[in-house]
């Protein structure tokens, strides 16, 4: 798994509930310890930043499945037709501000 394959399934909709993306950030983690090794800063890192996980997004994501899920659409209308939406930001983050 990698960030450029989870920006496009965010895109697409595939993510219907929070703990479906959760899983994909956990293995991009995992794979990063199969790779470094266990003692890798970097996996820390991503777990604390996790842990600080925006209460709005929560709130967002969880009105998304109140509200029926994302639109879905065939694997044949996918990426043809309709252009996909893109993704709302709920606030701006740098490191610093993290």
Known sequence: MDMVTM???VDNGWYITRSTFLQDIDLIV????VYNGEDY??????HGMISQMDPALVAYCDKIVAQGGPVHLSNELRG???????VVQLGT???LSA
């Open 7 to 9: 920006l496009q399934r």
């Open 30 to 33: 995992s794979n990063a310890k």
């Open 80 to 86: 043809s037709t309709f252009p996909a939406t893109p």
């Open 41 to 46: 800063n970097g996996a820390r890192i991503v």
């Open 93 to 95: 983050a740098t490191r």
